[in-house]
C-alpha cells in the first residue's frame, strides 16, 4: 500500500470515528437536541439509543484489526444511515445546513472504505 493511500485511509478513518462516535454518544445519552431532531423527523425517540449503540459498535469495527466481513457491515451500516438522514431531512424541507453533517460523514465513509489496507479488505474468492 502507498503511504499516500494509507494517510488518506488513516484521516479519514479517524474522522469518521470521530463523528459517528460523538454523534453515537449524544443519540445514546438522548441528547435534548437530538430528541428534539429526531421529533421533527417524524421518528420515535426510542431509535436514538439503537442508533447511537451502532455507532459505537460499527466505529469498533472499523477501528479493531482482522474481521473484515464486520468491517464490510460497519461501512455499509454507515452508508446507509447517512444516506437515511439526507433523505429525512430532504422530506422534511430542512434548510441546506443541515445536510453537511451527514453528507461529510458519508463521504469520510466512502474515502475510509476505499482507501482500507488490505489486510482489512475481505479476500476475494
Not at 9 to 21: D, N, P, S
Not at 52 to 78: C, M, R, S
Not at 111 to 124: C, G, H, M, Q, T
Request: no cysteine.
Amino acid at each position: 500500500m502507498k503511504k499516500r493511500n494509507k494517510v488518506f485511509y488513516w484521516i479519514a478513518t479517524i474522522w469518521l470515528a470521530l463523528g459517528m462516535l460523538s454523534t453515537g454518544i449524544v443519540q445514546l445519552i438522548r441528547m435534548e437536541e437530538e430528541v428534539q431532531s429526531i421529533n421533527a423527523l417524524g421518528y420515535p425517540t426510542y431509535l436514538l439509543p439503537m442508533l447511537g449503540t451502532w455507532k459505537i459498535l460499527g466505529v469498533i469495527a472499523i477501528l479493531i484489526p482482522k474481521f473484515p466481513l464486520l468491517k464490510e457491515w460497519a461501512y455499509a451500516g454507515f452508508l446507509f444511515v447517512m444516506i437515511g438522514a439526507i433523505i429525512s431531512h430532504l422530506s422534511v424541507g430542512d434548510e441546506l445546513i443541515t445536510f453537511f453533517g451527514p453528507a461529510l460523514l458519508m463521504v469520510l465513509t466512502v474515502v475510509s472504505w476505499y482507501f482500507r489496507p488490505a489486510n482489512r479488505k475481505l479476500e476475494k474468492q
